[in-house]
């Protein structure tokens, strides 16, 4: 006997469909535009919680945050014109990222398209380049159509975020059609001549070095990969603000190629006679803005792993490119059979050098930044997530900690700032069994600080260190260098950020001196609630290497002033 199908309205057909792909959390910001999407995702609210932010740039981290974390895609709804401009920075990061996102975003109904109803956007031209795909779904039984397309799209090849419009009428409209099966994500494999001609690349190799970067990585991939390098005794780098790909801890690690890099491992990357570069698409800020390798063809060999196939030859001309999804890359990596003798003392080289790097540097002040972020290394579980924004004061946490294990770091690789709070509420709705820290800048803190409050409303205990130099210190950075002596746009007055804390009912602190950072942030864990740790630091402690004096002395001596 045939089942009848029942009727269902436009906004229950697609919170259903999102359920039956297994969609967990989803964040956003409430608009008319989607009534009946909020209806329907009241009826599944025990199995798919809708996480209501203060700001869709919030919301818009938030799902990208989630999307890094579970490898499935970040779910992020907002309503028309302001909030699907408001919502763009997440999933511009989302884009840069390689983070598998879907955007849900409110439409003017058909009735009325094109007149430039109120908040009418054409979302193809506006979000085109920032997406893997924009599509708009003018009738509802076809929904399950598209969100299916949607979820395959996100996470295939190199993940990414697209976005589909919802038009009232359409959510409003009835349609009586099936739920489709969850996703399937398919990956491509290495071929078997592609592991032979790798394995004949690797033993003719002396200096060789494996790179790991990207989106679309398993823990599991990761930890069978680890194996593989670890046993040949293989010399390990992560790409920028990848760092968490390859436990810091281990003997083979040799560091991070990304902004501020040790230049010892800059020279490395030159000097590599074989780079195995896994994931990473080999962007600007992983490449020392295209300088550690020659475009098109690096002087070193190049064997480039990727999911995507787009991306292989796109800047850089691989001796062996090699289009495979990571878990089969790395399952097929076990079979090679290799000596490590050969650089054996390049590889204890590379992390002798690392450990120099990673060591705590002094700087000016009564707070010595770099020795909290080694403090925090040891300190915190080894599962803890630590997330933060852009700015310099992130350079230090880059530099002296160690990351031990696959997405216990969020961070944007598009360097957008703001990224931090919303990124740790994220993780700490997600998994509240874990320590969730973000890290701030005075600036960066202040694009997103309103999502403290959802941080307040979904009990979600995050400790935020703020870190208060008075100032967006990179462009000042940049500006001394430039044109010093010419402070220009680059200053800040700042509130009172552990009453701010307080304000919403957080736990606040204020933290000026070394030997007070550990008591405040055992207070602030102890607290149970969301809490602000403000760090004053010395302004003029500009970088972990350098101050801001001796950048603008230097400058002005180029200058012959
Ligand atoms: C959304 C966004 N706007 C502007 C910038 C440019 N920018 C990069 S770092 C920076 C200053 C960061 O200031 P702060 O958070 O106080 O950190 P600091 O550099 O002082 O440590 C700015 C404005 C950016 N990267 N992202
Ligand atoms: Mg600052």
């Given amino acids: 006997m045939k089942h009848e199908l029942a009727t269902r309205h436009g906004g229950k057909i697609l919170a259903d469909a999102l359920v039956a792909h297994g969609a967990r959390l989803a964040f956003g910001v409430p608009g008319e535009s989607f009534l009946p999407v909020l209806d329907g995702l ?5 199995k798919l919680r809708f996480v209501i932010c203060r700001q869709e740039g919030g919301a818009s981290y938030m799902a990208d945050a989630c999307g890094k974390l579970t490898g499935e895609p970040g779910l992020l709804f907002v309503t028309r014109g302001p909030g699907a401009t408001n919502g763009s920075v997440g999933v511009h990061t989302a884009f840069q990222d390689s ?3 879907i955007v849900f975003v409110g439409q003017v109904g058909n009735d009325m ?19 893997k795909w924009v599509a708009q779904i003018d009738r509802a039984e076809r929904i399950p159509e598209y969100v299916s397309h949607a979820f395959h799209t996100a996470t295939a090849g190199r993940p990414g975020p697209v976005l589909l419009a919802l038009p009232e009428d359409m959510l409003f409209s ?7 099966p969850r996703y399937r994500r398919a990956s491509a494999a290495p071929a078997p001549r592609d592991m032979a001609e790798l394995q004949r690349l690797l033993a003719a190799a002396a200096r060789p070095l494996v790179l790991l970067g990207g989106g679309g990585w398993t823990k599991e991939a990761l930890a069978q990969l680890r194996a593989w390098a670890e046993a040949l005794g293989l010399p390990v780098a992560c790409a920028f ?33 074989l780079l195995l570069v896994i994931g990473e698409r080999l962007g600007e800020m992983t490449t020392g803005a295209y300088t550690l390798l020659d475009v098109p063809v690096p002087k070193q060999t190049l064997v480039h792993v990727h999911a995507g196939a787009e991306e292989l030859g796109r800047v850089y001309q691989a001796a062996l490119p090699i289009n495979s999804g990571y878990a089969q890359f790395a399952e097929a990596l076990a079979q090679l059979k290799l000596d490590s003798a050969k650089w054996r003392d390049w590889t204890r080289a590379a992390r002798a050098e690392y450990e120099a790097w990673n060591a705590p540097q002094p700087m000016p002040g009564a707070l010595q930044y770099a020795e909290l972020i080694a403090w925090l290394s040891t300190r915190l579980p080894e599962d803890a997530i630590i997330a933060n924004g852009a700015g310099n004061f992130a350079s230090w946490l880059h530099r002296n900690f160690r990351y031990k294990g696959y997405r216990t770091q969020l961070a944007p690789t598009s360097g957008s700032m703001g990224y931090g709070v919303p990124a740790a509420v994220a993780a700490k709705i997600a998994h509240p069994e874990r320590t969730v820290i973000a890290i701030s800048g005075d600036g960066d803190f202040l694009m997103t600080g309103q999502e403290f409050a959802t941080a307040m409303q979904y009990r979600a205990p995050i400790v935020v260190l703020v870190v208060n130099n008075g100032m967006y210190g990179t462009i000042r950075m940049h500006q001394e260098r430039e044109y010093p002596e010419r402070v220009s746009g680059t200053e800040l007055a700042n509130p009172d ?49 350098t101050t801001l004096s001796a950048i603008r002395a230097a400058a002005l001596k180029r200058r012959g002033g």
């Fill in 42 to 46: 009241y009826d599944v609210r025990d």
């Fill in 99 to 101: 983070t598998p996102l």
């Fill in 113 to 131: 398209v094109e007149r430039e109803a109120l908040q009418e956007i054409d979302y193809r031209r506006m979000y085109g380049p920032l997406t």
């Fill in 174 to 180: 009835e349609a009586a059609v099936a739920d489709t």
């Fill in 241 to 273: 603000r990848c760092q968490d790909y390859y436990d810091n801890r281990l003997a083979n690690y040799a560091g991070d190629v990304g902004i501020g890099i040790n230049p010892k491992l800059a020279q490395r990357v030159k000097d590599a006679d």
């Fill in 497 to 545: 950020f552990a009453a701010y804390a307080r304000a919403f009912g957080g736990h606040g602190e204020t933290v000026e001196r070394t030997a007070d950072f550990a008591p405040a942030f055992e207070r602030a864990l102890a607290s149970g609630k969301p809490a602000i740790i403000e760090l004053r630091i010395d302004p003029d402690a500009i970088t972990p290497s």
